[in-house]
């Protein structure tokens, strides 16, 4: 339920055309009260617009890119140095969810 809701959360940023880029379980906040059930996604520093909103162009693909966001966290191909794109930050929610299950992801 709770990994549900945060891709979705995730889905409405790149809605508006951003990449989160530092997905990690700090960057998730539960609502208070009435609000208990909803979940908020927080921290858009390292954000990044992945394509125009009005031509629709996409970024282009580079690599070579230093490591941008939370290494335990990050893609593999955030580690290999290639330009993220919105996949990125879904891995990266699921190695969230994988710690939220297990309280530690297998390469700590």
């Known amino acids: ?5 945060m891709i ?5 940023v790149h809605d508006k055309c951003f990449l989160h880029r530092d997905i990690k ?10 609000k208990q059930h909803i979940v908020y996604i927080i921290d858009f520093g390292l954000a990044k617009r992945f394509k125009d909103p009005r031509t629709g162009a996409h970024i282009p693909y580079r690599d070579g890119k ?16 290639i330009e ?8 990266s929610v699921g190695f969230v969810m ?11």
């Open 1 to 5: 339920m709770v990994g549900d809701h």
């Open 8 to 12: 979705q959360r995730l889905e409405s």
């Open 25 to 34: 379980p700090d960057n998730f906040l539960m609502g208070l009260g009435k």
């Open 66 to 81: 230093s490591l941008t966001g939370t290494a335990r966290y990050a893609s593999a191909n955030t580690h290999l140095g």
């Open 84 to 91: 993220q794109g919105r996949r990125d930050d879904l891995e």
């Open 98 to 108: 994988i710690y939220f299950h297990k309280g530690k992801l297998p390469w700590q």
